[in-house]
T-cell receptor
Framework: GAVVSQHPSWVICKSGTSVKIECRSL??????MFWYRQFPKQSLMLMAT?????????EQGVEKDKFLINHASLTLSTLTVTSAHPEDSSFYIC???????????FGPGTRLTVL | DAKTTQPPSMDCAEGRAANLPCNHS???????VYWYRQIHSQGPQYIIH???NNETNEMASLIITEDRKSSTLILPHATLRDTAVYYC?????????????FGKGTHLIIQP
């Protein structure tokens, strides 16, 4: 069964609004989670690393003030897309490492459409 | 993480074995080979990983060459549900604090 969940699975919002996406590890604790973005017909691109109890680290070119990440507990990380615009429309996916070899387990993804 | 090279696409008949190659000639001694796949509009799924020995689990087998410069993922009896993009990623398992770098992968299409 799924070990990482995301909510919502899809969301449509108006330009200028903010959208929060949740990522939960279901039966294990994750001090670190990762957020990816995937545009149509492209591969996944790492956006940021979410660290429980400390600030997230962002990849080059990702605006930290636009993509707010909160990792408030060992099983929950949230990504908030602030003042969303149509170019933010994408498939957002989270993952968490688990196991001795740090296999990454991915959530099912959240499709964001900004009108 | 070492760079990997995969063919952009492959076809395989349903019920046959699907063999997906990956080149990783710059792999270093402590790096493992991981395979993931992404079915359309879903999050990626972990398949298997290995260091130098061949590995098998309920999903697939992983064959790594003796010099570790290439590997092959084998789906023994492909089904239509195996149609997906398959990613070969090389990294150190100690890099749990690092996100994954995805290449373009191989789009495997299983034909009925």
């Amino acid at each position: 069964g799924a070990v990482v969940s995301q909510h919502p699975s899809w969301v449509i919002c108006k330009s200028g609004t903010s959208v929060k996406i949740e990522c939960r590890s279901l039966d294990f604790q994750a001090t670190t989670m990762f957020w990816y973005r995937q545009f149509p017909k492209q591969s996944l691109m790492l956006m940021a690393t979410s660290n429980e109890g400390s600030k997230a680290t962002y990849e080059q070119g990702v605006e930290k003030d636009k993509f707010l990440i909160n990792h408030a507990s060992l099983t929950l990380s949230t990504l908030t897309v602030t003042s969303a615009h149509p170019e933010d429309s994408s498939f957002y996916i989270c993952s968490a490492p688990r196991g001795r070899y740090n296999e990454q387990f991915f959530g099912p993804g959240t499709r964001l459409t900004v009108l | 993480d070492a760079k990997t090279t995969q063919p952009p696409s492959m076809d395989c008949a349903e019920g046959r074995a699907a063999n997906l190659p990956c080149n990783h000639s710059t792999i270093s001694g402590n790096e493992y080979v991981y395979w993931y796949r992404q079915i359309h509009s879903q999050g990626p799924q972990y398949i298997i990983h290995g260091l130098k020995n061949n590995e098998t689990n309920e999903m697939a087998s992983l064959i790594i060459t003796e010099d570790r410069k290439s590997s092959t993922l084998i789906l023994p009896h492909a089904t239509l549900r195996d149609t997906a993009v398959y990613y070969c990623i090389v990294r150190s398992p100690g890099g749990g604090a690092d996100g994954l770098t995805f290449g373009k992968g191989t789009h495997l299409i299983i034909q009925p």
